[in-house]
């Protein structure tokens, strides 16, 4: 069943975000906030398909840690899910993005007009201070900074190296950092075919303190994040597998 489930998702979503791209494109000539509400419209409809076909609900704790205002969300990564939950829960979030996916067609046309922040993994010190520059921007608008501190998605119980974005664009700014952990990967994996009935937690943490050094910061950030995580798995019946490390270069620190 869960089989037949993944294969009728897979008919329903990719075309449905195929023909959502195609019918989108003349937003590109307006306002980005058009676009980014709908994207939103995107997502909830994509949300929708995964309910009713695979089964998958969704529960949300601690919305009450979210500030007013522009503040980062940092963001476990383990599913494609987690691209999409941030745009219905925040209001017009703007995501921290690998540069190569505005080559998609249709959809990198959409993506760059509704104003995410593009970074060039490989670019080191200049990728941090672009993403400092634009985040400034998306912050003094009073919106969301959405940052996978991992940098790429994960398997359940695999550890990665976290990314300085997050503490690079904190210390720069002064915004808030809310991080946030999921147990997605338990029933929508990294590159899974599979998606498997049951409930998804995506759980909001409080803020982390204000004034933490860089290296302070990125330390109290993973170790909230992945200790949450690995309780929302507990919690589900589903142990973490033991942690696996999967070293990836940091870029180096702006200047």
């Given at each position: 069943m869960t089989y037949l489930r993944s294969v009728v998702f897979n008919?329903?979503?990719f075309p449905f975000t195929a023909l959502i791209c195609l019918f989108g494109q003349p937003l590109r000539?307006?306002?980005?906030?058009?676009t980014r509400l709908y994207v939103r419209y995107w997502?909830?409809?994509?949300?929708?398909?995964?309910?009713i076909v695979c089964g998958i609900r969704i529960r949300i704790e601690g919305r009450e840690n979210l500030p007013d205002g522009g503040f980062i969300l940092a963001a476990k990564h383990q599913s494609a899910f987690d691209t999409m939950i941030w745009l219905m829960v925040l209001r017009q979030p703007c995501y921290v993005l690998k540069q190569e996916l505005l080559d998609l067609p249709l959809w990198g046309g959409l993506a760059r007009h509704s104003g995410i922040i593009a970074v060039d993994r490989g670019a080191g010190a200049s990728a941090l201070r672009g993403l400092?520059?634009?985040?400034?921007?998306v912050l003094a608008e009073g919106r969301a900074v959405v940052i996978f501190?991992?940098?790429t998605r994960t398997l359940p119980g695999e550890r990665v190296a976290y990314q300085p974005g997050v503490a690079a664009l904190a210390t720069a700014t002064g915004a808030i950092v809310v991080p946030a952990a999921t147990d997605s990967g338990r029933l929508w994996g990294r590159r899974a075919f599979w998606k498997t009935p049951g409930t998804i937690t995506v759980s909001i943490l409080p803020p982390l303190p204000a004034g933490l050094r860089r290296e302070a910061m990125m330390t109290m950030m993973e170790n909230v994040i992945e200790t949450r995580t690995a309780e929302l798995f507990e919690m589900s019946g589903h142990?973490?597998?033991?942690?696996t490390h999967r070293q990836e270069k940091r870029p180096a620190p702006a200047a």
């Open positions: 008919l329903f979503f000539l307006g306002r980005p906030h058009w997502a909830m409809g994509a949300m929708a398909i995964v309910r400092v520059k634009q985040g400034r921007e501190p991992e940098g142990a973490t597998p033991n942690s």
